[in-house]
């Protein structure tokens, strides 16, 4: 397909500072092409940051940061009207999220009324702002990046604003070999300062649109829902993912397919985007805790047990 030569040029673009990543690096494309929201859980100083600037840079969109901290407000985050004294009127001032990649850096820090409002934002693409609703210019991404180490002064993530995000990465450390690499490229100068665009908003937005014309077969889409259905029967889990999910999974396999030069979904698109789009949406029982049991080998049990589809 004629399309995939811009995957490559995107992926390669990362890849060029993000050493060593190339899985996530793909992950985080298909969750852009798949039109939706990325959440990074990491300890500090292993390329979240990096990853979301590289990424913006690669495609020449708009990037906005929110640096969070607990006296972020939201008029910060969507926007505010702003009396103007010469007018005599207010004037609407934009915020950070009005940008085409939004990134949402150290999200857990802030509390819950400032993180609720990227809700509208990262569901319905728009902000309403004293009962005045501007809409996103496409594409829109939001990265969101949290630490998991640093419990002082953070607030968690309640599940409707979990539910959002498409996909949870980890990012992790570099080998030996890697780092040495990613050592070598700082002292020769190349860092994300130095990235440029090697494809055009317009040709990302046509990406979108182009994902959603790879074919599910019905066998497939059972196999989805089926997969989905026993997340919801599961002793492990008090929470199961939702009709959202289900949504999500179809679209990022969809777009896993488009990154691999396909234009239908195999089995593998759905196995491999699954944990990372249900993972972070499920709650664990008391009794999965217990045993130190993780939502990852949760789902990777229920993926275990649905049959695979013969296409």
Do not use: W
């Not at 992926?11 to 959440?39: F, P, R, Y």
């Not at 002064?153 to 949870?168: I, V």
């Not at 759905?270 to 049991?293: G, I």
């Amino acid at each position: 397909m004629k399309y995939s030569k811009n995957v490559f040029k995107i992926t390669n673009n990362i890849n060029t500072v993000l050493t060593g990543k190339s899985d996530v690096v793909e992950l985080a494309v298909t969750v852009l092409l798949a039109q939706g929201h990325l959440l990074l859980e990491d300890v500090p100083g292993v390329g979240k940051t990096t990853l979301a600037n590289a990424l913006s840079k690669s495609i020449g969109c708009g990037f906005s940061r929110i640096q969070f901290t607990p006296d972020t407000l939201p008029g910060d985050v969507t926007g505010s009207s702003v009396y103007n004294m010469k007018t005599g009127a207010f004037e609407f001032l934009k915020g950070a999220v009005m940008s085409n990649i939004v990134l949402a850096d150290e999200i857990n820090r802030t509390s819950p009324k400032t993180q609720a409002s990227l809700l509208e934002a990262m569901e319905e693409r728009q902000v309403t702002v004293d009962s005045v609703t501007y809409q996103l210019e496409q594409p829109f991404m939001v990265i969101a990046t949290q630490n998991p180490v640093d419990f002082l002064g953070t607030y968690n993530l309640p599940e409707a604003q979990l539910d959002r995000f498409m996909m949870k990465l980890s990012i992790g450390y570099p080998s030996a070999s890697e780092e040495r690499m990613m050592a070598d490229n700082f002292l020769k100068g190349i860092t994300k300062e130095k990235l440029f665009p090697v494809v055009s908003k317009e040709e990302v937005v046509q990406m979108q649109e182009e994902v959603k014309t790879v074919n599910v077969s019905a066998e497939l889409n059972k196999y989805i829902v089926d997969m989905i259905s026993l997340t919801r029967n599961n002793e492990l889990l008090v929470l199961g993912a939702s009709p959202r999910a289900t949504l999500a999974l179809i679209r990022a396999s969809q777009a896993a397919a488009y990154v691999r030069n396909r234009d239908y979904v195999m089995p593998d698109d759905v196995q491999l985007t699954a944990p990372y789009v249900l993972s972070h949406r499920l709650a664990l029982s008391t009794e999965a805790r217990l045993n130190k049991a993780t939502a990852k080998e949760v789902i990777e049990k229920i993926i275990n047990k649905v049959k695979v589809p013969v296409l």
